[in-house]
């Protein structure tokens, strides 16, 4: 499809980035990116049912985008602090 080409990483998030919000869009948030992981998000909060998959309290989600995807690491804060129920 369009050999030869390199694509560049997505310009909005950087790799280890910290951001935290509740059930609203944070600030800078690229719109598509929120779209995809806003369901994820709201799985995360206490009242929410919760499969995880690396530890208690953390979920993977993803941007879809297929070219420049990014993969989040969702962790539920407890106390201010993330992590581990």
Same mark, same amino acid.
Request: aromatic share 8%; charged share 25%; with cysteine.
């Given at each position: 499809? =369009?050999?030869?080409? #390199?694509?560049?990483? =997505?310009?909005?998030?950087?790799?280890?980035q910290?951001?935290?919000?509740?059930?609203?869009?944070?600030?800078?948030?690229?719109? *598509? #990116? *929120?779209?995809?992981?806003?369901?994820?998000?709201?799985?995360?909060?206490?009242?929410?049912?919760?499969? =995880?998959?690396?530890?208690?309290?953390?979920?993977?989600? #993803?941007?879809?985008?297929?070219?420049?995807?990014?993969?989040?690491?969702?962790?539920?804060?407890?106390?201010?602090?993330?992590?581990?129920?």
């Amino acid at each position: 499809m =369009c050999e030869g080409r #390199a694509f560049d990483v =997505c310009g909005t998030f950087a790799d280890g980035q910290v951001l935290e919000t509740g059930a609203c869009k944070p600030d800078r948030f690229c719109s *598509w #990116a *929120w779209a995809d992981v806003q369901r994820d998000v709201t799985m995360m909060r206490p009242v929410g049912a919760l499969d =995880c998959l690396i530890h208690p309290g953390t979920r993977l989600s #993803a941007c879809i985008d297929g070219i420049k995807p990014v993969v989040f690491l969702l962790e539920r804060l407890q106390n201010g602090k993330g992590g581990t129920e």
